[in-house]
């Protein structure tokens, strides 16, 4: 489960993952009643088998089966904000009832991930980044989005419009630009590259803030969980 809102007196309105029809929107009705079958598996980052019935308007969860899924996320907080941002993320830019057995997959991997890895930041990063690839957005670090020069300035231009790094001949082509480190730049590329998240990442809170400006460009929309995550991880410091 990745997003829920309460509805009417009782009911939950929750955005899920599906391996079979991507994300959907579907009732949880009396899931906020005491003693709700349907209470724990429409709580965020849940795992469960759903069986649904779609009605004239709205889908309404009818029976849930509750799976094995991310209980130590909960054990601690700087996880489970990171975890909370992901699915958010997955929610915003996700496309509504659109099968991807890829995007669900890797979704179960990186909270898993987030959940068991050393340094639950550096997984989360790698997260992103494997997020962004499978959904078709992934950004070009270390080389240009319009020339295809190569990133050879510190700081650089950036720029989400673009979809990354953009020469300094380019900059002026988007309102967006920012500047940002290098050495970040090159970090982000290394570590989209690898099939695991490292021990350690250099500079990974601006990483993290760098990325959080891609994923508002491409949601449309402020990132509540994700500002969260960035505002404990600069607290716990």
């Not at 990171?82 to 929610?91: I, P, T």
Request: proline share 5%.
């Amino acid at each position: 489960m990745l997003r829920r809102w309460d509805q009417g007196e009782s009911d939950r309105r929750l955005s899920v993952l599906t391996r079979e029809n991507g994300r959907i929107l579907v009732t949880a009705k009396g899931a906020r009643k005491s003693g709700s079958r349907l209470a724990s598996c429409s709580e965020p980052l849940a795992l469960a088998s759903f069986q649904i019935a779609t009605g004239k308007v709205n889908s309404f969860i009818t029976q849930a089966q509750p799976h094995a899924g991310f209980g130590k996320l909960r054990a601690d907080y700087d996880r489970l904000i990171l975890a909370l941002s992901y699915a958010e993320l997955v929610s915003a830019v996700a496309t509504l009832e659109h099968p991807n057995v890829d995007l669900f997959d890797g979704a179960v991997i990186a909270l898993k991930t987030i959940e068991t890895a050393e340094n639950p930041l550096v997984a989360a990063l790698w997260s992103q980044l494997r997020l962004m690839e499978v959904e078709g957005i992934a950004a070009t670090w270390v080389v240009c989005a319009q020339s295809a020069g190569k990133l050879n300035e510190d700081p650089a231009w950036i720029s989400p419009t673009a979809g990354g790094y953009v020469s300094p001949a380019h900059a002026h082509d988007y309102v967006d630009c920012f500047l940002a480190s290098s050495e970040v730049l090159i970090g982000l590329d290394r570590l989209s590259g690898l099939e695991a998240p490292p021990p350690h990442m250099k500079h990974a809170d601006e990483a993290l803030r760098l990325l959080a400006r891609f994923w508002e460009h491409h949601a449309g929309r402020d990132l509540p969980a994700t500002e969260a995550a960035m505002q404990a991880l600069h607290a716990s410091k």
